[in-house]
């Protein structure tokens, strides 16, 4: 008998919390709990926002150095250097010695290309250029696509 007073108990207090839990509260304050609200909403949308702005700034960062040619040259046909095929290659990695020769330097007054800092020098890979150190061949820019 005690147990099913106790569960009948119980359920009334949780049918009694549940009625009062789905009603609106009309009680004092109920004005400064919405502005509460009101300003975590602010909160929220304010650091998406900024995650936001922080994708598209990643975004510009990783592609600053990878870019689309604006104008397409015919320079004629390409030859890759013995022992090596065309290949797309990317900011950070080593132009091997054979690519570094004069026969793939270009000319960046002629293609309308930013002059290279000292020691750098822009050189054709395929239908890319590829701005590398000339000491090491480190890869520091790519124009994607400026030859035909």
């Given at each position: 008998?005690?147990?099913i007073?106790?569960?009948?108990?119980a359920?009334?207090?949780?049918?009694?919390?549940?009625a009062?839990s789905a009603?609106?509260y009309?009680?004092?304050?109920d004005?400064?709990?919405e502005?509460q609200?009101?300003?975590d909403d602010?909160?929220?949308?304010?650091?998406?926002r900024r995650?936001?702005?922080?994708e598209v700034?990643?975004?510009r960062?990783?592609?600053r150095?990878?870019?689309?040619?604006e104008r397409?040259?015919?320079?004629?046909r390409?030859q890759?250097?013995?022992?090596?095929q065309?290949r797309?290659w990317?900011?950070?990695?080593?132009?091997?010695?054979?690519?570094?020769s004069?026969a793939?330097?270009?000319?960046y007054?002629t293609?309308?290309?930013a002059?290279?800092?000292?020691g750098?020098?822009y050189h054709r890979?395929?239908?890319?250029?590829v701005l590398?150190?000339?000491?090491?061949?480190?890869?520091?820019s790519?124009?994607?696509g400026?030859?035909?």
């Amino acid at each position: 008998m005690k147990k099913i007073l106790t569960a009948a108990i119980a359920l009334s207090v949780l049918a009694s919390a549940g009625a009062a839990s789905a009603q609106p509260y009309q009680g004092r304050g109920d004005a400064r709990y919405e502005q509460q609200d009101r300003r975590d909403d602010r909160r929220d949308n304010r650091a998406e926002r900024r995650d936001d702005r922080r994708e598209v700034r990643d975004d510009r960062r990783d592609n600053r150095y990878e870019r689309r040619a604006e104008r397409r040259y015919n320079a004629g046909r390409y030859q890759a250097p013995r022992g090596y095929q065309t290949r797309s290659w990317h900011r950070g990695e080593r132009l091997p010695a054979n690519y570094r020769s004069n026969a793939y330097r270009v000319d960046y007054r002629t293609y309308r290309l930013a002059p290279p800092p000292r020691g750098y020098a822009y050189h054709r890979v395929g239908n890319d250029v590829v701005l590398t150190a000339i000491a090491t061949g480190l890869i520091t820019s790519v124009v994607i696509g400026l030859f035909n």
